[in-house]
């Protein structure tokens, strides 16, 4: 069974940096898509940034010019770089890979973002 691996989350203060790594297990063939997610408490889980195989990107109007989604074909890793962190950035961030045979979610890690 494949799984994501998540790393990279934890506590910084507003206006800092975290970078988010999640890894497949193994590789997997034809990826679509690979996006982040997150949930706050009491929110629903929300789409933060996509990346397709062609490296067409989508972010969330939250998130534009601060976030960054990028992947690593060879590694089956997709990274998500976080600058400037606010509170409200505060969430569980989740990976999705999204191939011809898998729906893949990972574990989720926690950011922490204080003022």
């Known amino acids: 069974q494949v799984q994501l691996v998540e790393s990279g989350g934890g506590l910084v203060q507003a206006g800092g940096s975290l970078r988010l790594s999640c890894a497949a297990s193994?590789?997997?063939?034809?990826?679509?898509?690979m996006r982040w997610y997150r949930q706050a408490p009491g929110k629903q889980r929300e789409l933060v940034a996509s990346i397709t195989t062609g490296s067409n990107t989508y972010y969330a109007d939250s998130v534009k010019g601060r976030f960054t989604i990028s992947r690593d074909n060879a590694k089956n890793t997709v990274y998500l770089q976080m600058n400037s962190l606010k509170p409200e950035d505060t969430a569980v961030y989740y990976c999705r890979i999204l191939s011809y045979d898998y729906d893949l979610w990972g574990q989720g890690t926690q950011v922490t973002v204080s003022s």
């Open positions: 193994e590789s997997i063939f034809s990826i679509n898509h």
